[in-house]
């Protein structure tokens, strides 16, 4: 019994070592759609991290045609089971392409924010932007939510994370999900915004500008 007892504990103490660390919540963009996965943006970010941090896991959690109401609803349980320190938020083009709200959006934007803090993680959020074939209006307005999400909850955002990919061509057949050779300056934008807030442990995070 007390063998089983110290085997209990220490299984315990494993898992909690391997807490922490990075979840991504995002949609086909971050799941790879259409390319290996392991050339996708999260699993370059993952090699650097690697070589960066210690003890700093990255979790891909990312489903393609997932919906901000679709990932909102699935944020905590995925905090329950990983305890990530940070948690990158990607997701809204599917709600853009189906036409849905940008207010019921930018309020699941918003909650998924807020859970995550309250699980003692650090958000970000990468924007989006879709066609204007939707319409100035529509098209505006779902811009625009992202930026008021990010002023209101004080959030770091990168404005709209296919920046440059259009203009460089890197996009496949579909028109919609960048190929290959985008992933690394998605990457590129992804590190942009997490440098301010990774751990002390990845060398240039905020835990150097504390001491």
């Not at 909690?16 to 050339?39: M, T, W």
């Amino acid at each position: 019994m007390i063998r089983l007892l110290v085997v209990t504990v220490l299984a315990m103490a494993s898992l909690s070592v391997q807490a922490g660390g990075l979840l991504v919540l995002g949609d086909s963009i971050s799941a790879a759609y259409g390319i290996e996965k392991s050339a996708g943006w999260v699993a370059l970010l993952e090699k650097e991290l690697e070589q960066r941090c210690r003890d700093f896991p990255v979790i891909n959690a990312s489903v393609s045609g997932e919906t901000t109401a679709g990932g909102n609803s699935r944020l905590e349980a995925l905090l329950d089971t990983h305890s990530p320190d940070i948690v990158i938020i990607e997701l809204g083009g599917n709600d853009g392409l189906r036409g849905l709200s940008p207010v019921a959006m930018a309020n699941n934007l918003t909650q998924m924010i807020e859970k995550s803090r309250a699980a003692n993680a650090t958000p970000v959020l990468l924007g989006m932007r879709i066609p204007p074939n939707y319409g100035q209006q529509y098209t505006r307005l779902f811009e625009q939510q992202f930026r008021q999400v990010s002023d209101d909850k004080q959030v770091p955002l990168f404005p709209f994370f296919l920046e440059g990919v259009v203009e460089q061509g890197w996009l496949q057949k579909d028109g919609i999900h960048p190929t290959e050779e985008a992933q690394p300056l998605l990457k590129r934008h992804a590190v942009s915004v997490l440098e301010p807030v990774l751990p002390a442990q990845c060398g240039n995070g905020k835990g150097d500008e504390d001491v």
